[in-house]
């Protein structure tokens, strides 16, 4: 094949339902003309979801950033947040959008979460919560910051933007901390087209989320102020569209990760893990080269064949001049030389062995 002929190959592609599946919601919503403010297939998506999720609550809003944004409101806090550096910029930038200060603390390069053991030294008297991410859809070390964040007296908010489907010990990970948020963004392993939701135990957390969600008022009780974060009927539509083909997409994920894994054996790249309690969902396929020269090579050479991986997470948010910089050394080496492979559930064997065969030629 001349490479002009080659079909290009993004990091990601969303899946998209059978079109007929989609179109009985929308026959749905045609029927009842409700197109918003928390109609019935916003009900029903966030009761599938909550199943699904084994949680009791879990509130559907319009993306992941604004998911984060009202955790923090719910909780009210204020002051500093400790957090990773190793995260996309929307975790930092809703600490501050929130008029929080976010505080970096390095990440253990294994799985690439929050090093715990880093925790209590950034610890001060204004720190009010610990949000941290597990990214890639790799858990952080919930016990241990459940731990430190009973003995000061601390919230726990877990950015799960990439958890879902992934359990830990034998509970779904979006279900540890005070509240977990998630993204549904078209880029993510479930999606709604734009969404996300903020799951938590807490009924009365429940309940304040869902106010702040709709503007502070219910009908005409006005009760306190509010934000516009809800999501459509048609983002729903898509979301339980989609919901019924997620076990199958899980598994067909997890045989992709293991061709990459046979295929990429010997290569001196290393392959982030998660811990061995975790079924991971294989939201992502990152590796990590020797140096940043290595991977600007790969990616050249991939790049010249219509492949484009993604430099994920890059850079270490720490470094950003407005995120108030700090050294976190762990993850700038990481961000410097990771890369996420292409990684969705419509990939065939034949595209795998091409992108590592260029790898390795590469490397
Ligand atoms: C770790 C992380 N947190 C938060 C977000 C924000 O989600 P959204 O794009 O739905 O606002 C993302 C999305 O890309 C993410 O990767």
Redesign the pocket.
Known sequence: MKRSDKPTIQVTQSFLPKFSVYQKYLQKIWNNHYLTNNGPLVLELEKKLAHFFHVPYCIFVS??????QLAIRALDLKGEIITTPF??V??AN?IIWEHCTPVFVDIEPNTCTIDVTKIEHAITKKTCAILA?H?YGFPCDVAAIQKIAKKHNLKVIY?A??AFGAMYKKKSLVSYGDIA?V???A??LFHTG???AIITKNAKLAEKIKLYRTFGHVYDEYKTYGINAKNSEFHAAMGLSILPSMPTILKRLKKISSWYDKELKNTGLTIPHADKNTTPNHAYYPVIFKTEQQLKKTRAVLQKNKIFPRRYFYPSLNTLQFLHPNSCPESESIALRVLCLPFYQALQKETVRRITAYIRSAL
């Open positions: 993306n992941g950033t604004i998911a984060i995260t996309y929307a975790t809703a991410v990214v950015d933007a990439h948020t993204s549904f963004h880029t993510k734009e969404g996300g």
